[in-house]
């Protein structure tokens, strides 16, 4: 699999921001990091980077992202190295090895949840719930299409769907200016693709979902409570896949999931939605941060251990 946040066009809409990007790569590695800020000073943060074919390339790739952060003046590197020669079983004690210690948080989901699309769609299909099948099939019966777009104008239509769920749940979500600068940037070079249900020719639900070589990615998601008998989502969803198939990609990555044992998660109806249509689990490493200024990034820890306690 290929991840979108280490393609060349996240490369080019982080830099549409006004953010400094390196893009490096050598004999089996390569990263796309960008240069953050946070309590602690400068960061070079790769995404799901870096990627390698080895732990020796790893190592290499590792040894370039301390290379820039010595001349940036950055504080430390974090990075999530999800293909890097080792499993993700094993990437506690590779990765302390090396100096690595773990992130406060997770950056990117530890957990993500793909369906795969090798063989017919009917196969894709076979896979999910019965009821996720029919409604794909039978929608249309209710006057409702689905249509794709790649008109930045249109994100107005997720954006307002995103306000309604945003309420219905308290939840606060990605900022408008962000997800229009997101889809001013990746929509019309192909990169992302607005998904779009209607009911007699007026949005009812859309979803936004972002393609790497192999892969695509369902980023954001929303529809209107006025039609949320209909289930559009569903059916949504299922094109979505559908146009990936008949795209060539190999993958539809659902993003973050929770952990079977854990059913009183904020995301567990999330989770259930995401497994409805079949597909497998995919274990990360994690968020990993390795000090380059090791005293300041000390020093950083001690402060956020004595928030965090006084919180």
């Known amino acids: 699999m290929e991840y979108f946040l280490q393609t060349p066009a ?27 800020t946070n309590p602690a000073g400068k960061v070079i943060y790769t995404p799901y980077g870096p990627v390698a074919d080895s732990l020796e390339a790893f190592d290499e790739a590792v040894a370039a992202l301390v290379a820039i952060a010595r001349r940036s003046r950055a504080v430390f590197v974090r990075m999530e190295p999800v293909t890097a020669g080792f499993e993700a ?28 699309l090798e063989g017919d769609f009917k196969d894709v299909l076979a896979g999910m719930k019965p009821t996720n099948r029919n409604l794909y099939r039978n929608i249309h019966k209710k006057g409702v299409t689905f249509r794709s777009s790649q008109d930045p104008e249109e994100i107005s239509v997720l954006l307002d769907f995103l ?26 070079a192909g990169a992302g693709t607005l998904f ?6 007026e949005p009812i639900a859309a979803a ?15 529809l209107d409570d006025t039609h949320r008998k209909l289930s559009a989502g569903i059916p949504l969803l299922v094109t979505l896949m559908a ?17 079977e044992d854990q059913p009183d998660h904020k995301w567990a109806g999330f989770t259930a939605f995401k497994k409805s249509f079949g597909g497998r689990e995919i274990a990360y490493p994690g968020t990993w941060d390795l000090p380059v200024n090791k005293l300041r990034y000390g020093a950083y820890q001690v402060a956020r251990k004595l928030r965090d306690k006084l919180r």
């Open 243 to 259: 146009d990936a198939k008949d795209k060539g990609l190999k993958h539809v990555d659902l993003w973050g999931v929770t952990p």
């Open 163 to 188: 306000h309604m769920t945003a309420a219905r749940n308290g939840f606060k979500p990605q900022s408008d200016d962000y997800l229009s600068a997101v889809a001013q940037s990746l929509m019309p």
């Open 196 to 201: 779009i249900a209607e009911l007699d020719g």
């Open 89 to 116: 079983a094993d990437a506690g004690a590779v990765l302390r090895e090396r100096g690595l210690q773990p992130a406060p948080s997770n950056q990117q989901p530890e957990l993500s949840w793909i369906v795969d």
């Open 208 to 222: 936004l979902a972002y393609d790497s070589a192999d892969t695509r990615t369902y980023a954001h998601a929303a």
């Open 10 to 36: 996240w490369a080019s809409f982080q830099r549409s921001l006004g953010r400094t990007v390196h893009e490096e790569s050598g004999r089996g590695w390569r990263f796309l990091a960008v240069e953050e």
